[in-house]
């Protein structure tokens, strides 16, 4: 009943008129206002105003919707893990990244895992702080390997602290000609100040962070190019488009051609001054096996390895 009930109000919210909401359905009106009048009479309160023209859900209609949509949505979280239970040893885990976890990182965590577990079933998937947050609250998600989430609700494990540092192009007025690295002062930095730098977006994490950090040292950028991820603002910035602060791994000078290497200077920004957190994020109430516990280790002894030490 809770499934008709639910289909029913969604319909007349939208139609707002119970014999178009019938039609849509293919259903009879008098079976949607027999269903309706059923349910007024149980919960003893009106779910439908139709004095009102079109028809409208009342606030307990409201608030029904609500309800049944959540118990909707449970439901369907709930068959979805039944099944992958149903079919695999262990069952399913669905991993979520930011651009800082390069393939680099998955690929040996995803090949120790699997020799030990290989009737798991992984999804693996990329997505900024924020829709990884909402995932892992709603139960569509299971870890997510990145900067830290800001809900009280998430349990967030440290892994490592990633060095970052300015990506200065040749057409910087703090631009040293014939060096590739070049010492951190920060009254040379200022010189920065108006222009064109290379962000992710705005609302990231990662950029916030960064921004703080540019605003902290007196530098007024002007984020003239915005692109969905790290790794191509790092790459831009290596072919002297603009300006960036990235983390260190993704400005090697092993990475670099010898002609790229003559157009920028890579800053080495001290760890005191700021980092890149990075770890891994889950909900706190979430029952751990012994093949997560095992993914939490590899994953940290991974990127611990990764992470350049200064």
């Known amino acids: 009943m809770n499934s008709k009930l639910l289909s029913f109000l969604e319909e007349i919210k939208a139609q707002g008129n119970m014999s178009k909401a019938a039609q849509a359905l293919f259903v009879t009106q008098p079976y949607i206002s027999r269903v309706i009048k059923n349910a007024e009479v149980n919960f003893g309160v009106r779910l439908i105003d139709r004095s009102s023209h079109p028809i409208q859900l009342t606030y307990a209609g409201e608030r029904l919707l609500v309800?049944?949509?959540d118990e909707n949505r449970l439901r369907a979280n709930l068959d979805r893990e039944m099944t992958h239970l149903s079919q695999f040893k262990y069952g399913h885990l669905t991993i979520a990244s930011n651009e800082i976890v390069t393939d680099d990182v998955y690929r040996p965590v995803l090949i120790?895992?699997?020799?030990?577990?290989?009737?798991?079933?992984?999804q693996i998937i990329r997505m900024n702080s924020r829709d990884a947050e909402?995932?892992?609250?709603?139960?569509?998600?299971?870890?997510?390997?990145?900067?830290?989430?800001?809900s009280p609700k998430v349990e967030y494990v440290p892994i490592a602290k990633l060095p970052?540092?300015?990506?200065?192009?040749?057409?910087?007025?703090?631009?040293?000609?014939?060096?590739?690295?070049?010492?951190?002062?920060?009254?040379?930095?200022?010189?920065?100040?108006?222009?064109?730098?290379?962000?992710?977006?705005?609302?990231?994490?990662?950029?916030?962070?960064?921004?703080?950090?540019?605003?902290?040292?007196?530098?007024?950028?002007?984020?003239?190019?915005?692109?969905?991820?790290?790794h191509l603002a790092s790459d831009?910035?290596?072919?002297?488009?603009?300006?960036?602060?990235?983390?260190?791994?993704?400005?090697?000078?092993?990475?670099?051609?010898?002609?790229?290497?003559?157009?920028?200077?890579?800053?080495?920004?001290?760890?005191?001054?700021?980092?890149?957190?990075?770890?891994i994020s889950y909900i706190k109430t979430k029952q751990q096996s012994e093949p997560v516990n095992d993914l939490l280790d590899i994953i940290s002894d991974v990127v611990d390895q990764y992470t350049p030490k200064r």
């Open 67 to 69: 309800y049944l949509q």
């Open 112 to 122: 120790r895992f699997y020799k030990k577990y290989p009737n798991i079933h992984a």
């Open 134 to 150: 909402k995932r892992l609250l709603s139960g569509s998600l299971d870890f997510f390997v990145g900067h830290p989430l800001q």
């Open 164 to 230: 970052l540092v300015f990506v200065i192009p040749e057409s910087s007025k703090a631009f040293k000609q014939g060096q590739l690295y070049v010492d951190y002062n920060e009254d040379e930095l200022a010189r920065l100040t108006g222009e064109s730098f290379i962000s992710t977006p705005q609302r990231d994490n990662y950029q916030r962070l960064v921004t703080n950090y540019l605003s902290d040292l007196g530098i007024s950028a002007e984020f003239s190019i915005e692109v969905p991820d790290i």
């Open 236 to 279: 831009l910035a290596l072919n002297h488009v603009g300006a960036i602060v990235t983390p260190e791994p993704f400005a090697e000078d092993k990475y670099m051609s010898d002609e790229q290497k003559k157009h920028v200077n890579i800053v080495k920004i001290p760890t005191d001054k700021i980092t890149a957190d990075f770890g």
